[in-house]
Each structure stands twice: as structure tokens, then as C-alpha cells.
């Protein structure tokens, strides 16, 4: 059984950057895609980025300026920094197994990011 | 952008009862389609995918439907522990390439 696990600082100020990172366990991440989510407080869900199977990522167009998602094939882990943070990035971000078919079928238990001064 | 609108926005049933959940999509996402269940306080839980596929361990009660732009999701027998929120998402080939709606919430009454 796949199994996410995730963490990161939850409280920043504005202009700080945002760290996550996601291990992932039961599988190697070389085998899959693996995607970052978000979902402000009482809202939906919005796709941040992927990094596939070759270590490329790709990005939801508005944030594309501001983030990147790597990946360390040795900790079986992938990450997630997002600059310039404001408080329109207050949400709970998710880590996700996918979308290699099209869906997100495993996911991290969330982490709920502040930005506040 | 693909924008899926899901309707209505909020349910009120009761246990036992039927449910049909709307996903309409701006432009054809072909079969790409997918359903999630998310309650509070948890993360999304993947319910079916390539629009009638059940997800592995999705009792048979749920089940999905639909073609090109109007996509459903039906929940038969109402059970306590389907009363959440209901995501569809599609995948797409443009940028963003994935998208959600923005949520039905299926309340009890």
C-alpha cells in the first residue's frame, strides 16, 4: 500500500518561501508522477504541479512563476517551493500520487500553511 | 482553461435515499473524468475515474456516468458515511491540464 507522508513549516510571513516535502513509501518514486495540490480553507482544489517519470516537472500556468517541484530519487522523497508567498496562498497543500492515469489515487494527510505578518 | 461546474452546490438527503451529482465541463474532456469524496478534515479520496471506473475498495453504490462535456456521479441507498463533499476533475491537454469543481456538498437532513 502506498503511503504519503508529509511536512513543512506552517506559518509564514509574506515575500517567505514555502518548503514542503512528501516521502513516499511502498513505492519508488522513479515509477510514478507525483503532484502537488492545494485547497484554501473552505474551498476547492487547485493543481499546483507534477514531477513525472523522467524528473521533469510541470506546472498549473499561475503559479508557474513562483513554484518549483523536484524530486530526490535517493530519499524517495519530492518537494515543493513556492516564492513570494501571500496570504492568497493560505491553504491546506496536499502531496498526491498521480496523475500518470489521469487521477490523484493516493495522497499525503495535508498540511495547513499560514501566511500571515 | 477547462472549467467544470458541479450542481448544485449543496444536498440535503436522508440515509437510504439516491443521490445524482452534476459535473458539467466548458469543452470535452473526452472520458477523462474522475470523482472524489472528501470529508472534513481529510484529504480527497479517489471514488471513480475514466468516468465510470470505480477506484479500488469504492463499494458498488457509487457509480459514474456520462459523455464529452455532462458527467454524473450516483450514489444508491444513501449510506451515513457518504454525507461529504463530492470533487469531479478532469484531465485535459491544455494548461492547466488538471482542473477541479468546486464542490458539491451532500448534507444529511
Known amino acids: 500500500q502506498v503511503q504519503l507522508q508529509q511536512w513543512g513549516a506552517g506559518l509564514l510571513k509574506p515575500s517567505e518561501t514555502l518548503s514542503l516535502t512528501c516521502a513516499v513509501y511502498g513505492e519508488s518514486i522513479s515509477g510514478h508522477y507525483w503532484s502537488w495540490i492545494r485547497q484554501p480553507p473552505g474551498k476547492g482544489l487547485e493543481w499546483i504541479g507534477e514531477v513525472n517519470l523522467r524528473g521533469s516537472a510541470d506546472y498549473n500556468p499561475s503559479l508557474k512563476s513562483r513554484v518549483t517541484i523536484s524530486r530526490d530519487t535517493s530519499k524517495n522523497q519530492f518537494s515543493l517551493k513556492l516564492i513570494s508567498m501571500t496570504a492568497a496562498d493560505t491553504a491546506i497543500y496536499y502531496c498526491?500520487?498521480?496523475?500518470?492515469?489521469?487521477?490523484?489515487?493516493?495522497w499525503g494527510q495535508g498540511a495547513l500553511v499560514t501566511v500571515s505578518s | 482553461e477547462i472549467v467544470l461546474t458541479q450542481s448544485p452546490a449543496t444536498l440535503s438527503l436522508s440515509p437510504g435515499e439516491t443521490v445524482t451529482l452534476s459535473c458539467r465541463a466548458s469543452q470535452s474532456v473526452s472520458n477523462f473524468l474522475a470523482w472524489y469524496q472528501q470529508k472534513p478534515g481529510q484529504a480527497p479520496r479517489l471514488l471513480i475515474y475514466?468516468?465510470?471506473n470505480r477506484a479500488t475498495g469504492i463499494p458498488a453504490r457509487f457509480s459514474g456516468s456520462g459523455s464529452g462535456t455532462d458527467f454524473t456521479l450516483t450514489i444508491s441507498s444513501l449510506e451515513p458515511e457518504d454525507f461529504a463533499v463530492y470533487y469531479c476533475?478532469?484531465?485535459?491537454?491544455?494548461?492547466?491540464?488538471?482542473?477541479f469543481g468546486q464542490g458539491t456538498k451532500l448534507a444529511i437532513k
Open positions: 475514466d468516468v465510470f
Open positions: 476533475q478532469q484531465r485535459g491537454n491544455r494548461p492547466p491540464r488538471y482542473t
Open positions: 498526491a500520487r498521480g496523475p500518470l492515469t489521469g487521477v490523484f489515487d493516493f
